[in-house]
């Protein structure tokens, strides 16, 4: 059974640091692209970052590109956002999905989701 | 960046009826048009991919198609745990993959 959990969110204040963390299991991670998309309270869904199987390709959105970094380390079968200067706008329940047959950004769909790990930017 | 625009934002249909949603690309996406199903508190789940393949594990009351700029999803005998909000999400483009605003499924 696919299961990706998240960790690392909480309440940090604008400006600062937080690295967001996905735990993979039930599947060859190394096999797939893998994503972070977010859910500000109330909103709809917003892809933020993917990275390819073998990390060959990665995109952002254009509002945390140069702010956010995405990684992932196949010896821990872990994805990773390391998210910098963080603003109110930021605020959201990060989700980690996992990328289908492809193993690319392109031509591909999510086809299993984390539960989340909520960010809230405040002072 | 290409734009994915849903319609209706939100409908009330009644169990047993037949609900179509769509979703209109601001370019040609060719077939690269997914549809998740998102439930309150809940992580999205994939419903449709490639416009019209059927995930795995899927109600075949779900259906999906079209191409190039314009696609629907078709919820065919709508029932009770259908009720959700209902996503499109592009991957045409690896530059930037966008969803739809959403279109939220009630109860009349």
């Known amino acids: 059974e696919v299961q990706l959990v998240e960790s690392g969110g909480g309440l940090v204040q604008p400006g600062r640091s937080l690295r967001l963390s996905c735990a993979a299991s039930?599947?060859?991670?190394?096999?797939?692209?893998m994503h972070w998309v977010r859910q500000a309270p109330g909103k709809g869904l917003e892809w933020v970052s993917g990275?390819?199987?073998?990390?060959?390709?990665?995109r952002y959105v254009d509002s945390v590109q140069g702010r956010f970094t995405i990684s992932r380390d196949k010896a821990k079968n872990s994805l990773y956002l390391q998210m910098n200067s963080l603003r109110p706008e930021d605020t959201a329940l990060y989700y980690c999905?996992?990328?289908?047959?492809?193993?690319?950004?392109?031509?591909?769909?999510?086809?299993?989701w984390g539960q989340g790990t909520l960010v809230t930017v405040s002072s | 960046d290409i734009q994915m625009t849903q319609s209706p934002s939100s409908l009330s249909a009644s169990v047993g009826d037949r609900v179509t949603i769509t979703c209109r690309a601001s370019q040609s996406i060719s077939k690269y048009l997914n549809w998740y199903q998102q439930k309150p508190g809940k992580a999205p789940k994939v419903l449709i991919y490639a416009a019209s393949s059927l995930q795995s594990g899927v109600p075949s009351r779900f259906s999906g198609s079209g191409s190039g700029t314009d696609f629907t999803l078709t919820i065919s005998g709508l029932q009770p745990e259908d009720f959700a909000t209902y996503y499109c999400q592009q991957s045409y483009s690896s530059l930037v993959l966008t969803f739809g605003g959403g279109t939220k499924v009630e109860i009349k």
């Open positions: 990275i390819s199987w073998n990390g060959g390709t990665i």
């Open positions: 039930g599947f060859a991670f190394d096999d797939y692209a």
């Open positions: 999905a996992k990328g289908g047959p492809t193993g690319d950004l392109q031509e591909d769909w999510f086809d299993a």
